[in-house]
């Protein structure tokens, strides 16, 4: 029996009700993601350029010309003039083309066939991802007393295999900046491909710094810096899936690239084929209607509730884990277990937060749906489970 066309209603009237499951960022309820709810602006560009395909440029020439003029923009905001990269679905696909690029660059010019990386032990779990996929050994080095990446046990740590050296600017659990500078070097005179996640801080840091904060270089400024990741679909308030990779030379991409025949372009270096153009005009968009100005003010503020949240938490009673260089705030509970609390929170009023691993804690990211006003609420419901 063939099924009859569904009338329109009867589907919207179904999806809604699927999509009444979903938490809301406007409930400012979701306390644990690093992803927000996209800018108005950009959901209306995105939806013009639904159809366009970066994968195959040569018929959507103009989409790929703002692609790149958005690279642009982004290479300038961590110190590079002419940057090459793309955008891509997000900090996973970023990570993997920075280390297959490292790898096939090492490869190439070195010879190394069986390469491994050094990550720290707070590395985003994408980098497993990409290692399972490249066959690359990871090598994880110590972290230091402030659970950033200890320099000394990095330069320990180089082989004759080292194909790539990683640092994070913004940490996923704690939102912390390693001493990238120090990697820089270490980098530079071993001729090794260095890669900064920036997935969260790059789209921040540089905009901090211009409302006054001082951070330690993390960017292309630095001589050893290869490739730097950093996600729109963050801090930029692009619609998912926004993820950005920069690289410093172009032949980091050719290194990657592969034969694609039928298609009006002779060559293609990103992991996936079809390529949604949507995402980067969005973020162009974004980057033009903010400007460095409007983007100052956003993190601004966020770093102002961070500290808000921060210094109430303290006056309860409650234990910082370390203290915030970007807006993540992690926190235990004297005696309670993080898990414990964490469930409790969800139990009281509905709070859905994350625990880190390294170390356990209850983590909280201040994201732009995350108002003063919910966390007033969410002060209050801690003071309540102290």
């Not at 020439?61 to 982004?74: A, D, L, P, V």
């Not at 990269?85 to 490869?107: D, F, P, Q, S, Y």
């Not at 920069?246 to 084929?273: C, H, N, W």
């Amino acid at each position: 029996m063939k099924d009859l066309p569904t009338p329109k209603e009867d589907i919207l009237s179904e999806l809604a009700q699927i999509q009444s499951k979903d938490l809301k960022y406007s409930d400012g309820k979701i306390l644990g993601s690093m992803c927000t709810e996209a800018h108005p602006f950009a959901k209306e560009i995105y939806i013009k350029f639904l159809d366009s395909n970066l994968g195959d440029p040569g018929l959507f020439k103009g989409t790929r010309e703002i692609e790149e003029k958005t690279i642009n923009i982004i290479g300038k905001l961590l110190s590079i003039d002419k940057a090459y990269g793309n955008i891509v679905t997000g900090g996973t696909e970023a990570n993997i083309m920075a280390l297959r690029a490292a790898r096939n660059h090492a490869r190439k010019y070195k010879g190394i066939k069986n390469g491994e990386i050094i990550i720290p032990e707070s590395a985003h779990f994408s980098f497993k991802k990409a290692a399972d996929m490249m066959n690359l050994k990871i090598v994880e080095s110590e972290l230091d007393d402030n659970y950033k990446i200890n320099p000394k046990s990095v330069q320990d740590n180089i082989s004759d295999k080292t194909v790539s050296i990683v640092g994070i600017a913004g940490t996923t659990e704690l939102g912390l900046i390693d001493p990238i500078e120090e990697l820089s070097n270490i980098a530079f005179e071993n001729n090794i491909y260095m890669h900064v996640d920036a997935a969260f801080g790059g789209f921040s840091i540089p905009f901090l710094e211009m409302a006054g904060y001082n951070f330690p270089k993390f960017d292309f400024s630095l001589p050893g810096v290869s490739s730097i990741t950093v996600d729109p679909h963050k801090m930029g308030l692009a619609p998912i899936p926004a993820g950005g990779i920069i690289f410093r030379k172009k032949e980091y991409l050719k290194v990657m690239a592969i034969d694609s025949p039928y298609l009006t372009v002779k060559t293609q270096s990103t992991v996936v084929g079809t390529r949604l153009g949507a995402s980067s005009v969005a973020t162009y968009a974004l980057l033009k209607y903010f400007g460095s100005d409007g983007y100052s003010k956003l993190a601004l503020k966020l770093m102002n509730n961070t500290k808000f949240f921060k210094n109430n938490l303290e006056k309860i009673g409650y234990n910082i884990v370390v203290e915030p260089e970007l807006n993540i705030v992690a926190f235990n509970h004297p005696t309670k277990d993080a898990d414990i609390l964490a469930k409790e929170l969800k139990d009281l009023n509905g709070w859905i937060v994350s625990v880190a691993s390294c170390p356990k804690a209850i983590r909280i990211v201040l994201m732009n749906h995350v108002t003063k006003q919910h966390l007033t609420q969410l002060l209050k419901d801690l003071k309540e489970l102290f």
